[in-house]
């Protein structure tokens, strides 16, 4: 069966510093790939997607970037983190064929 | 602009009554819709989705409507138990695997 997970779970990071959150997915090959976002008291909120290593789109303009080095492995980085990037980070999976996106636990990120 | 709405940020059932959670979207290509339920410092997970084919997806306690001329879906759960109470997620999908989601509505069933 796909597995997938996230780390680390928790995070906090003075203003500035970088950032790395490393995602995994087990059990299948050639997934899709998503870094979501969902801060307090709003929706969730799409910030990359990829179809293949190397391929990332960003929707969202900020100081975040992601890599796909690996098949299976995302990576959503910044150099410099702001307060504003706090917030709930979601790393997720679909088939390439499939309709359905699923989730890793997410990690929580402050900003202080 | 926010294609797919949530306009009930919370509501309250008792137990054993039916929830229904709304969603309403503006754009009629989309082809799929989903709808996730999260936890507090979870993941969401997947629960039942419904093709634009269709106006209904029944799933054990879980139905999903389908209006397409409103533009509408609802989610009903009956009968409504404690562990209902989470935010529930309404998204759509149109071709290239591109999940919207909207806002979310946090649902709690009280005993």
């Known amino acids: 069966s796909q597995t997938i997970h996230q780390w680390p779970a928790t995070l906090v990071q003075p203003v500035g510093s970088p950032l790395s959150l490393e995602c995994t997915v087990e059990?299948?090959?050639?997934?899709?790939l998503y870094w979501y976002r969902q801060a307090a008291g709003r929706g969730l909120q799409l910030l990359f997607y990829?179809?293949?290593?190397?391929?990332i789109s960003s929707e969202v303009p900020q100081n975040l970037s992601a890599s796909r080095p690996q098949d299976r492995q995302f990576i959503l980085s910044s150099k410099k983190l702001l307060l504003s990037d706090s917030g709930f980070y979601l790393c997720?999976?679909?088939?390439?064929?499939?309709?359905?996106?699923?989730f890793g636990e997410g990690s929580w990120l402050t900003v202080v | 602009d926010q294609q797919v709405k949530q306009n009930s940020p919370s509501l309250s059932v008792q137990e054993g009554r039916i929830s229904i959670l709304n969603c309403d979207y503006t754009n009629s290509m989309f082809d799929y819709f989903l709808w996730y339920k999260k936890y507090p410092a979870e993941g969401p997970t997947f629960l039942i989705s419904?093709?634009?084919?269709?106006d209904k997806n029944e799933d054990g306690r879980f139905t999903v409507f389908l209006n397409k001329s409103a533009k509408h879906l609802s989610l009903h759960i009956v009968p409504s138990q404690p562990g209902d109470s989470a935010v529930y997620f309404c998204a759509a999908i149109q071709g290239a695997q591109k999940l919207v989601f909207g806002q979310g509505t946090r649902l709690t069933i009280n005993p």
């Open positions: 997720a999976w679909s088939a390439g064929s499939g309709n359905t996106i699923y």
């Open positions: 990829s179809v293949g290593i190397g391929q």
């Open positions: 419904i093709s634009s084919i269709k």
């Open positions: 059990g299948t090959s050639n997934p899709n």
